[in-house]
């Protein structure tokens, strides 16, 4: 069983960055997507970026250019940095996996099957 675990979340002002990681454990296939969703406060969770089998990545359009993922697949590891941060980017930030796929169909929570427990990012000015 696929477990995630998600660290880095903190308080930062407006314009700062932040980086999460995710540690991942129990992959039983080596072909698995990843990514990041968030939920702010009152508010469905929605997908912030996709990372497919060979790499591929989706971001939400309110995050590009803005945060990046990267993956270290040899430690199961993911990451997101996070710069210039705005108020609106403040939510829970839950690291997310399926197994086994190749491509995310979408940035869509139902997609994906394991989620972590996430961890708290907040934005002030």
């Known amino acids: 069983q696929v477990h995630l675990v998600e660290s880095g979340g903190g308080a930062v002002q407006t314009g700062g960055s932040l980086r999460l990681s995710c540690a991942a454990s129990?992959?039983?296939?080596?072909?698995?997507?990843t990514g990041w969703f968030r939920q702010a406060p009152g508010k469905e969770r929605v997908g912030v970026v996709g990372v497919d089998a060979n790499g591929d990545t989706t971001y939400a359009d309110s995050v590009k250019g803005r945060f990046t993922v990267s993956e270290d697949r040899a430690k199961n590891e993911l990451y997101l940095q996070m710069n210039n941060l705005r108020s609106e980017d403040t939510g829970t930030y839950y690291c997310?996996?399926?197994?086994?796929?190749?491509?995310?169909?979408?940035?869509?929570?139902?997609?994906?099957?394991?989620w972590g427990q996430g961890t708290q990012v907040t934005v002030s000015s």
């Open positions: 997310v996996a399926q197994e086994p796929c190749s491509v995310v169909e979408g940035l869509h929570d139902l997609f994906f099957g394991v």
């Open positions: 129990g992959y039983r296939y080596s072909r698995h997507c």
